[in-house]
């Protein structure tokens, strides 16, 4: 399976890529995804701890617990410029 | 490149253009002859630079997903408040201080529900909408947080 | 016969024609660069006919005291509330339906501040001002109150 | 001393005429020239009592005791088309 992963705004610069494209395996959740983008990525490992970063599947909020599907689009939204009230990923 | 894009409505744009608010307006008028009162907010860009030398701003968006949220935020006003037409407008790309970044437009029989489903629609529009703001400064670029 | 005259300031105006939203919104922008948020309120002349046949609408106001009026609106909303700049407009003389009646313009630094500003104007306007609707139909003039 | 008095709106359709002018002795206030008025113009007495009339001088609301001075411009002022709260004259 495949997934597009999509980084927006500084995460975009701070990981060095706006877009990648990721093999899973079958029956993949959302946090086994983040796990093993963390590996190839290891900047992410460190955003994601120290920032507010939103995980979008679809372009939709998603829970961790989530499986995702061949050909879904992952995304890390940093805080909006309109200051919302950020939920840690 | 992230390219800007159009929903289904006219009433709900992300775009790299200016727009008119007159022109924006008339459209509202023309839905309906029961419209007496109308509502616009208009954000700008202002001054915000305290002290930093800012060359530009950049406007950033996730498409697709950016426009389905303004989309959700005008139905949701449509619903929540007795008011008869809501336009959403947001620019993107590079802008200079003064210029126009969003526009909501409420058109309603009574005024008092204009004002409320435009103040509800532009905090909704803070706080669900996947926009960002760059700063380009001698330093270098900023991704900034406003409250404007 | 009445006749629409001026007052010291730009920002306040009874007059027969109509006027450029955009127009006075740059106006508004070009005061002062820390302008974010602008709330411009809108007031248009709706199909208020319910069942009469309206054949032309006609405001009156009472020149001087009305623009007087106006004035102090403007000078006490820049004095309570946390706002930048003030415009108010009525047109009088007659209208049609979907025409421009009246304009309030009101720009801050924050839209929280805008939106109060502008709405409490608005308010005050119906409340204090010297200004009267007729209506003309086939049984002849009416003098009517709205609350739109 | 001359005053000015001015109708508007329905009272002046009601009353026939836009303006008038009327002659009044030295320390006349509002109360009584309105009393004189509805002596030279009987529908005004039936309007005052029927409908809400606000009555300014030199545009200014004005209380019934205060005296009125030559050239003052008194105006009789039917409810506002915004619907003001009215307070009977």
């Known amino acids: 399976m495949v997934v597009k992963v999509r980084f927006f705004a500084v995460l975009k610069n701070l990981v060095g890529k706006d877009e990648l494209s990721i093999e899973i395996d079958k029956e993949t959740t959302l946090a086994q995804l983040i796990e093993k983008l963390q590996e190839e990525l290891p900047v992410l490992k460190d955003l994601l701890s120290e920032r507010r970063v939103l995980i979008s599947v679809n372009q939709e909020t998603a829970e961790k617990h989530c499986l995702i599907r061949n050909g879904d689009e992952v995304a890390f939204l940093p805080p909006f410029a309109g200051g919302a009230p950020w939920i840690r990923a | ?148």
């Open chain 2, 1 to 148: 490149m992230d390219t800007t894009t159009k929903k289904n409505t006219d009433r709900i744009r992300v775009q790299l253009e200016d727009f008119s608010v007159e022109e924006e307006i008339n459209k509202i008028k023309g839905c309906s002859k029961r419209i007496g009162g109308i509502v616009a907010f208009l954000g700008a860009a202002r001054d915000f630079s305290k002290g930093r030398d800012i060359q530009k701003i950049d406007f950033e968006h996730y498409p697709g997903m950016a426009e389905t949220r303004l989309t959700e935020i005008r139905e949701q006003a449509l619903k929540d408040f007795d008011i008869i037409e809501v336009t959403i407008i947001h620019r993107v790309g590079k802008l200079s201080i003064g210029d126009n970044i969003v526009l909501i437009i409420v058109g309603a029989e009574h005024r008092a529900d204009a004002f409320k489903g435009c103040s509800w629609s532009i905090d909704e529009l803070k706080r669900i909408t996947p926009i960002w703001k760059k700063e380009t400064t001698p330093e270098g670029d900023v991704w900034v947080e406003e409250h404007p």
